[in-house]
């Protein structure tokens, strides 16, 4: 999608390769001792309302350590609401929403910006910084702390994970789309936040760096931390997620493992469109696929 | 808590370059060169050495040569010394207060005119003027321009905010409306006052560095230091902010608690630079262009080497000013304008075809 995009073939890219998404979440579904699943955020019965439109209504949703949580469902469901709602950017208008027990609106500014990060789905910069630049500001959150020792080390680290290292001395807006996205994935990565928030991360992204992305958040997760990934893509939320909440008009209906959850039934009437959820036939994974063509051709199951 | 693999430190590109250390040693080389220039040029001409050795007689040490002409001391110390330092605060105050505007609206072309402090400052010199109010004797006109020029960024200021967030879009235009009125201001108080009056005010709208004295010096200057060092501990949080208010807050920074602090610093820094020598435009505007096209746009370089580069902009303009025209003393913002205006213009085309957009 970027015939710009330089691109090495490293050993790192097969360490990538191996990782079938398939297979490592098949690991986490064991007893995984690295990462008992503590709940680092709650949100309870959270309702979000703009004048008289609902965007958000009671929704419940724990965010656990050691798992990957995808939130899916279509245009307008309230992803991006609920994800300004997880990190504190907007207080619910019903309910609340709580980190380790304290309320996300007590914890201060920059205190939060050492427990969460989050990458949105548009990333612009109002000057022509260079991406080494901007991947360093994400470590502004660890300035005067013992971490900032780190700070080289660890925007290098960063660089690397989104494959945006030979990019360093460009500048910001002479990148293309996805591009973009992951000079801000790297920042998001360089703050070393214990949650991580995505909103739509895949979207501008080929295969290759679709799969990057998630084995990065695959990463995080087994290190310890949590992630919450909004994504349209269904087959992609099959093979990465732990757990998949749907939203639909702004409420929460359903939130399990996507073996439960993504289901033939439960998707066609989410997307008011026929989704067909199968057995691959080689891995044996979830196969999620949306049927095409003609309206007249494809009939809700 | 690191999920991110080992990838071993590569060197990356420096946070700051050689370029940096190049850019401050030039412009500190020019600005202390075109000081004695300055100071030496004019209807009295004195030659640099006797500049430099008067000024040393000045803060006590024997050294270099006098001055030759009988006046020469004199002259340099009441007239000439005063402006020139003037022009150095000036200059550095209208730089500063452009680097860090552009900063908070995130847009290269916003300019301190447009939160208006200048029109604010221009029609409560006016009144004063056409009224003749004289509550502070012989500084009333600058006291009112400071004060008009604070009133009016808050103004701006409270009436773009909605909800405790202020939008660009909404405070940019909000500024055009805030200027608009203060133009019509303009336009009654000259219409009120008599021929002198008249007079005053147009030529206070040209902007002059013409009749500064170290009394006026003594209050800019302080100004002009509060308001940069303001600026300076600002720097790292304008960089953040160009990710955008959201991309900001998520980093830690309170986005309302900055953009307060950062239309305090601008107002302190242009309402300083208005005030005794009336409205120069297009310092703040070009000046921190230059300097982010040879630097880069982080504020931490940004601000202090627009403020070195505003210094020597304006005295250079103010040498122009009193020296280009025998017996003749330019209005300095005629000057600024008439230069800056054209060559903004083919800044603007320059760099969007280089940067690929403003966005």
Redesign the interface.
Known sequence: MNPRSPRGGTA?DEAYRSEAPQGARQDQHGVNPRSPRDTLLSVRGAGVRIDDATLLSGVDLDVRTGEILVVVGPNGAGKSTLLSVL?G?RAPDDGGAAWEGTPLGAVR??????L???L?QE????????V???V???R??W?GTDAEDRD??????????ADV?HL??R?Y??LSGGEKARASLA?V?A??P?LLLLDEPTAALDVRHQTRVLA?AR???????AVVVVLHDLPLAAAWADRVAVLDGGRLVADGPPAEVLTTELLSAAYDHPVDVLSHPITGGLLVLPRHGAPSEVTTP | MSALADGGVRTLPPARTGRVTVLFVLLGTALAVLAVVSAGSGQLHVPPSEVLGALARGVGLDLGPEPTHPNGYAALWTIRFPRVVMAICVGAALAAAGAVMQGVFGNPLADPGVVGVSSGAAVAAAATIALGWTAVGPWTTATAAFVGGLVATFAVYALARSGGRTEVVTLVLTGVAINAVCGAGLALFTFLGDTQAREEIVFWQLGSLNGTRWVYVAIVAPLMLAGLVGAIALARRLDLLSLGERSARHLGVDVERLRIVAVVVVALLTAAAVAFCGIISFVGLVVPHLIRMAVGPGHRVLVPASALGGAVLLLAADLAARTAVPYADLPIGMLTALVGGPFFLWLVRRTRRQAGGWA
């Open positions: 790192r990190a950017d500014t920059a205190e939060l910006a050492r969460r990060g989050v949105l990333n612009r910069v109002s000057f022509p910084f260079r080494v630049d901007v360093r500001m994400g502004a959150p300035t080289e080390e660890v925007v290098a680290s960063a660089l690397t994970a290292t360093a001395a500048r807006p002479t920042r990565l703050q070393e214990r990065q990463r995080h997760a087994d290190a310890g931390g």
